[in-house]
């Protein structure tokens, strides 16, 4: 390393570098202001090329993964009859609407005892639950709303007798519903707290939902290159798909989608494409192909005991999924299976002899249905949920990623044979 000790010449090389960088950074672009450092472009300045691409994946669940919650975008029921989570006969939880936001309101016997804030909004397509700040740290709200019932349930994991306003959440779920939020007091290098150390973070380095950069990495370079350049079409200074094998793809996604088991070396916001797994994670000790993986939040390891992952070398999360694409054109909740058979039908025809042997029901459309009988819904047991009154645990329903024939569903063709 050059180290320039003469006061005289270190002034001489200021006066020459430091306009310069100014003069560059004015030609450039704006001032970056991304929590994440200066690597990174305003998000929106990726529209200005990507139209297309940007407007539609604003609208995805990604993008709403997490979000300030305002009063336009909170979901549920907030009249009178519908808006309070009963725990007994004198305790209740009250989601009350008041000039500064939403709040769940702990009453006993009609007495305010405690309450918090709707700060932060996790999720989107299925449920939503929420944070409230108090200080430096973030504490989950006993009740959230859940779509498939189009109501209120307890916040997953909670008990539906005792409400509870003290979870603390910590810097763990923002890193796979956010694109960024930092620790504070933390030593150089040293992202997580030790043992006993309490995670405090820092709030305004939020950066809400998954966003270009969270997939794709750093891009300030790439912008101002292109900015710069508009003649080029061919894409500088950003990881190209062209460049990545089936593992660095799959590990793309896996980083949050491959369940939260797993020894963390580093923190996931630091993951790029290009890496890989095995640099964030310590392997689990028990072999993964006989694992009964959760339904919730584990597609990858599900998909890798499918026969489909299994035979086929090529197969990723994009052979099906369009990560700018809302999966379904409707409600946040609804499907849209006939278009997902279709990319079962890219590998799967009459013509390849590898076509579903299935006796058809009458009336039933196969090609429209592969989903329902090949990946059918199942109970999370990772997470469920009760409703107000009830004893009961609702059940989270997800799709399996585990491609297979599921016997009960249906007759086979050739069953006859077989007994
Ligand atoms: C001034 C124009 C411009 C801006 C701004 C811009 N890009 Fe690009 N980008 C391009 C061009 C040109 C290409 C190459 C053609 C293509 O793939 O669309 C490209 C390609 C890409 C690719 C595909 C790489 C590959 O080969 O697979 C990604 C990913 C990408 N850009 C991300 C971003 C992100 C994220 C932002 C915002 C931070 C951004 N771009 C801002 C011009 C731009
Ligand atoms: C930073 C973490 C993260 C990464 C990286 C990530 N996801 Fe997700 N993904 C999530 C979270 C969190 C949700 C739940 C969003 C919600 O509904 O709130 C989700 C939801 C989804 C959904 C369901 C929502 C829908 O619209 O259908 C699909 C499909 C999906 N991800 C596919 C992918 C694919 C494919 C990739 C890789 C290209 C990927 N994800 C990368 C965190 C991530
Ligand atoms: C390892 C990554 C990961 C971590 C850590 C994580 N989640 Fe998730 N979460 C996901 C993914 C992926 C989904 C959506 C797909 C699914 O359910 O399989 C999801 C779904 C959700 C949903 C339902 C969203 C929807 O509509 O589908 C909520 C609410 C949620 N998570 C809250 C949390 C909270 C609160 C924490 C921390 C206690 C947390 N998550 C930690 C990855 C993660
Ligand atoms: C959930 C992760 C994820 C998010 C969020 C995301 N992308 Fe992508 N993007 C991908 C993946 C994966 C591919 C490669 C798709 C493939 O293999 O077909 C891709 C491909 C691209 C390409 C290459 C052209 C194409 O369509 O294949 C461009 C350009 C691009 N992304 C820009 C963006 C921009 C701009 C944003 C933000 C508005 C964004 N991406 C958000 C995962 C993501
Ligand atoms: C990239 C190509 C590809 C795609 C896409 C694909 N498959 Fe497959 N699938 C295969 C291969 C290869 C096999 C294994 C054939 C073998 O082992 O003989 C297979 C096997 C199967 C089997 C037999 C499983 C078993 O346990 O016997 C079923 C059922 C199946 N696929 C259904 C589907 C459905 C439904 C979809 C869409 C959701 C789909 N496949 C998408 C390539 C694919
Ligand atoms: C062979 C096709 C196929 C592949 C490959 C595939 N998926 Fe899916 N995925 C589907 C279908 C079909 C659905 C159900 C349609 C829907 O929920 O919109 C789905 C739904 C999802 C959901 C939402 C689950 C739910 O019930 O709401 C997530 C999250 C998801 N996929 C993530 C992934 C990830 C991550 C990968 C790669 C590890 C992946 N998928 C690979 C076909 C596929
Ligand atoms: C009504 C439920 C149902 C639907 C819809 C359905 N399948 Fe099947 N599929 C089955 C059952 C059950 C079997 C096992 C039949 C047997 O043992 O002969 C099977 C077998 C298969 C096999 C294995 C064939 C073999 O040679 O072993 C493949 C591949 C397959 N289906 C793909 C598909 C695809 C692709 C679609 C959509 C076009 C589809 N299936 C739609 C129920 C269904």
């Given at each position: 390393?050059?180290?320039?000790?003469?006061?005289?010449?270190?002034?001489?090389?200021?006066?020459?570098?430091?306009?310069?960088?100014?003069?560059?950074?004015?030609?450039?672009?704006?001032?970056?202001?991304?929590?994440?450092?200066?690597?990174?472009?305003?998000?929106?300045?990726?529209?200005?090329?990507?139209?297309?691409?940007?407007?539609?994946?604003?609208?995805?669940?990604?993008?709403?993964?997490?979000?300030?919650?305002?009063l336009?975008?909170?979901?549920?029921?907030?009249?009178?009859?519908?808006?309070?989570?009963?725990?007994?006969?004198?305790?209740?939880?009250?989601?009350e609407k008041r000039e500064s936001g939403y709040y769940?309101?702990?009453?006993?016997?009609?007495?305010?005892?405690?309450?918090?804030?709707?700060?932060?909004?996790?999720?989107?397509?299925?449920?939503?639950?929420?944070?409230?700040?108090?200080?430096?740290?973030?504490?989950?709200?006993?009740?959230?709303?859940?779509?498939?019932?189009?109501?209120?349930?307890?916040?997953?994991?909670?008990?539906?007798?005792?409400?509870?306003?003290?979870?603390?959440?910590?810097?763990?779920?923002?890193?796979?519903?956010?694109?960024?939020?930092?620790?504070?007091?933390?030593?150089?290098?040293?992202?997580?707290?030790?043992?006993?150390?309490?995670?405090?973070?820092?709030?305004?380095?939020?950066?809400?939902?998954?966003?270009?950069?969270?997939?794709?990495?750093?891009?300030?370079?790439?912008?101002?290159?292109?900015?710069?350049?508009?003649?080029?079409?061919?894409?500088?200074?950003?990881?190209?798909?062209?460049?990545?094998?089936?593992?660095?793809?799959?590990?793309?996604?896996?980083?949050?989608?491959?369940?939260?088991?797993?020894?963390?070396?580093?923190?996931?916001?630091?993951?790029?494409?290009?890496?890989?797994?095995?640099?964030?994670?310590?392997?689990?000790?028990?072999?993964?192909?006989?694992?009964?993986?959760?339904?919730?939040?584990?597609?990858?390891?599900?998909?890798?005991?499918?026969?489909?992952?299994?035979?086929?070398?090529?197969?990723?999360?994009?052979?099906?999924?369009?990560?700018?694409?809302?999966?379904?054109?409707?409600?946040?909740?609804?499907?849209?299976?006939?278009?997902?058979?279709?990319?079962?039908?890219?590998?799967?025809?009459?013509?390849?002899?590898?076509?579903?042997?299935?006796?058809?029901?009458?009336?039933?459309?196969?090609?429209?249905?592969?989903?329902?009988?090949?990946?059918?819904?199942?109970?999370?047991?990772?997470?469920?949920?009760?409703?107000?009154?009830?004893?009961?645990?609702?059940?989270?329903?997800?799709?399996?990623?585990?491609?297979?024939?599921?016997?009960?569903?249906?007759?086979?063709?050739?069953?006859?044979?077989?007994?």
């Amino acid at each position: 390393m050059l180290i320039i000790k003469n006061r005289k010449i270190l002034f001489a090389l200021a006066t020459v570098f430091v306009p310069i960088i100014f003069l560059s950074q004015c030609i450039n672009t704006a001032p970056r202001t991304d929590p994440r450092g200066t690597a990174y472009a305003e998000e929106h300045t990726c529209r200005q090329c990507h139209q297309a691409i940007y407007d539609s994946a604003l609208l995805t669940a990604h993008f709403n993964a997490s979000a300030a919650a305002t009063l336009q975008n909170v979901p549920g029921h907030f009249n009178t009859g519908h808006n309070s989570f009963i725990y007994d006969s004198i305790t209740r939880v009250q989601i009350e609407k008041r000039e500064s936001g939403y709040y769940q309101v702990l009453y006993k016997n009609d007495i305010a005892q405690e309450s918090g804030r709707f700060d932060i909004g996790f999720g989107f397509r299925h449920a939503q639950t929420w944070l409230y700040w108090n200080n430096d740290q973030t504490y989950e709200l006993p009740v959230s709303y859940y779509r498939a019932v189009n109501n209120w349930g307890t916040s997953p994991g909670f008990s539906a007798t005792i409400p509870n306003f003290n979870r603390l959440i910590g810097v763990d779920c923002f890193e796979c519903h956010s694109s960024y939020i930092s620790t504070k007091k933390k030593a150089a290098g040293d992202y997580f707290s030790k043992a006993g150390e309490p995670e405090l973070l820092e709030k305004s380095s939020l950066v809400y939902g998954i966003d270009c950069q969270r997939c794709h990495g750093p891009a300030a370079q790439h912008a101002d290159y292109h900015v710069q350049h508009p003649d080029i079409k061919v894409a500088k200074y950003i990881v190209s798909k062209q460049s990545l094998n089936q593992q660095q793809k799959l590990d793309a996604c896996a980083v949050c989608h491959s369940g939260n088991d797993k020894r963390k070396l580093r923190s996931r916001f630091f993951f790029r494409p290009g890496e890989l797994l095995a640099d964030y994670f310590l392997p689990s000790l028990s072999p993964d192909s006989s694992r009964a993986f959760d339904v919730h939040g584990n597609q990858f390891n599900l998909l890798k005991q499918s026969k489909c992952f299994l035979g086929s070398n090529s197969m990723t999360c994009a052979s099906c999924h369009n990560p700018h694409n809302r999966s379904t054109n409707g409600a946040p909740g609804a499907e849209n299976i006939a278009a997902y058979s279709q990319k079962c039908m890219g590998c799967h025809t009459e013509a390849a002899g590898n076509f579903c042997t299935v006796d058809v029901v009458p009336g039933l459309l196969l090609q429209d249905n592969c989903i329902d009988c090949h990946m059918p819904k199942q109970s999370s047991n990772a997470i469920s949920f009760q409703l107000s009154g009830s004893t009961d645990l609702s059940a989270y329903l997800l799709r399996t990623h585990r491609i297979a024939i599921y016997n009960n569903l249906t007759r086979r063709k050739n069953e006859s044979k077989d007994h």
